[in-house]
């Protein structure tokens, strides 16, 4: 009897890694795909253009809100606390490079993933639903060059542009709230920050950071819209699964990519 | 929503997001060339400026009336060369001393001028003739174990 539930626990146990390891095969596979299919549906700017507006340009309100909103936190928070070692005028460097390197990309890329990621897969996941993407198949449309591509690419080239905008927000932000505000000086504000952060490496590597949480996003955004079973909870679920994997995605590529750029190979 | 309106909307985000790469890359480049007060030029050379830093802010009587504009090194007399930015409102006199203090222990570097009494004002361009160069605090403490080890010794 007890034999019995060990080895049924077991086996569910094998099941659930078999089928995260052959999730994870179709996923890489499905990647290559879209990128072989990429150059022909790059040809139609037409396509990827629409896919921007709709992933890119409908997410600026909640990124730059919350940016400000953000950053004005990290005017109040940051004064306090810099403040108290009588190093108030260092809050440029301290909202500058959190926001630069860390904020940015991530909490953009975490919004992004909530705002975008979730329509992407939604909407797919529909397309399969009402067997539009069977339909294109029908009629020698790919639906991968028509549908997925652009919608990957879409995303890819919005949230950089999403996260730089997200860091300039924040900055914003903290000069309102420190500057205006609490009254650090504008000069001591602006010229400590400029004199910590250099554009190359912090702002570069912020920059590759969004690249790659956008390739990240975007990809499990498709890919689980894509791969969502035909029904209506099938659509639902893959939703819920893309932003759950696509912000644990960001937290742990984040980790990685900041050992790497912080800490060199070499370690 | 047709497809002229997806371009323009496309082209102000990518525009305005490449333009928030520059402000992140130029960290809103040099703020003076925003200012809108009328500013001249007064130069100051120091030995030493410490820690002083561009942009950093010009002090009389612990108000800010300008800003330091242009740092160089004279390459002759190995002397450090502050261009400041001062407000066209306030004038100094001749005989006005510029120092690079430090505001508290951690604070920033600013540059005080102390206004002196002669009659003629220092015009545009001018150099302030005397100056106090940064303490630098390691040299302080060095001078000061020095003298202690000199004059105390046995104690």
Redesign the interface.
Known sequence: MLAEGVFDGLRRVGAGAINAVSRLGFAARFFAVVLIHSPAALKRT?LT??E??FA??LS?VIIMVSGLFVGMVLGLQGYDTLNK???G?SLGIFV?LSL?RELGPVVAGLLFASRAGSAITAEIGLMKTTEQLAAMEMMAVDPLARIVAPRFWGGVI?M???A??F??MG?FGAYLVGVRLIGV????F??????A?G?WPD?TN??IKSVVFGVAVSLIAVFEGYDAKPTAEGVSSATTRTVVEASLAILALDFILTVFMFRGLGG | MNRTAIDLWVGIFVTIGLAAIVFLALKVGNLASFSTVPSYRLEARFDNIGGLKLRAPVKAAGVVVGRVDRIRLDPKTYEAVVALKIDNGYQFTKDSIASILTSGLLGEVYIALDAGGDAVLLGDGATIPKTQSAVVLEKLIGQFMFDKAGSGGGK
């Open positions: 037409r253009l629409r921007i507006y890119g340009v600026l070692y009588g190093a005028d500058g630069v919005s950089p542009l999403l730089a905008l860091s300039m900055v000086d504008s000069g001591a602006w010229g400590n920050m400029r004199a952060i554009f702002v912020g920059i």
